[in-house]
């Protein structure tokens, strides 16, 4: 795996409620596991993303308590992470 070389990208960042857009681009076609994890680590939604070449959307629909989430999309050669900030 490479060192965090996925660019994610979070619109609106901050939230609001947890509803937000993530993009981020492909560099080949694979399937990527979606975390969102709160600031201390704490798993709060896990799940399997088919990623197509080339740009990719994402929307989280999550009901969140205002604060600081991190998200992360792992695959088999790619990784990123982001922070997102839910008032």
């Known amino acids: 795996i490479n060192a965090m070389d996925l660019r994610l990208c ?7 409620g947890g509803i937000a857009k993530i993009c981020f681009e492909a560099t080949v076609a694979e ?23 080339g740009s990719n959307e994402f929307v989280l629909s999550q009901i969140l308590k205002p604060g600081v989430y991190i998200i992360r999309f792992d695959s088999n050669s790619h990784q990123g992470m982001a922070k997102l900030i839910v008032e």
């Open 10 to 16: 979070i619109t609106p960042n901050p939230a609001v």
């Open 31 to 53: 399937n990527y596991r979606f975390r969102l994890m709160t600031i201390n680590g704490q798993m709060l939604l896990s799940k399997q993303i088919s990623a197509a070449l």
